[in-house]
């Protein structure tokens, strides 16, 4: 049984920063995509960054490149920065295990999921 538990959400001022992670356990495949979700209240729920087995991420196109998507060797721990946050990135976010190697950003492909960890942006 796969877990995935989210630390590191929390509240900040437009500008700042928050590291996220996520403890990955109970699983021995360790080639399948591990991501980042975020769902705002009212809204779907949207990829913003994956990560495949080598270490090589893919983010969503909102990103543009204040988010970076990193993971401990062993894949045991999944992280995701989040520098220069705006207040449309509060949300709470979660981190997935997809069913399938590369790091397709649709929450189809993704069976194992967190609880989630809330991430307010104020203005």
């Known amino acids: 049984q796969v877990q995935l538990v989210e630390s590191g959400g929390g509240s900040v001022k437009a500008g700042g920063s928050l590291r996220l992670s996520c403890a990955v356990s109970?699983?021995?495949?360790?080639?399948?995509?591990l991501a980042w979700f975020r769902q705002a209240p009212g809204k779907n729920r949207v990829g913003i960054a994956g990560i495949n087995r080598d270490g090589a991420p893919s983010y969503a196109h909102f990103v543009d490149g204040r988010f970076t998507i990193s993971q401990d060797n062993a894949r045991n721990t999944l992280y995701l920065q989040m520098n220069s946050l705006k207040p449309e990135d509060t949300a709470m976010y979660y981190c997935a295990r997809s069913r399938v190697r590369t790091c397709y950003l649709g929450s189809d492909y993704y069976d194992d999921w967190g609880q989630g960890t809330q991430v307010t942006v104020s203005s």
């Open positions: 109970g699983y021995s495949s360790s080639d399948k995509c």
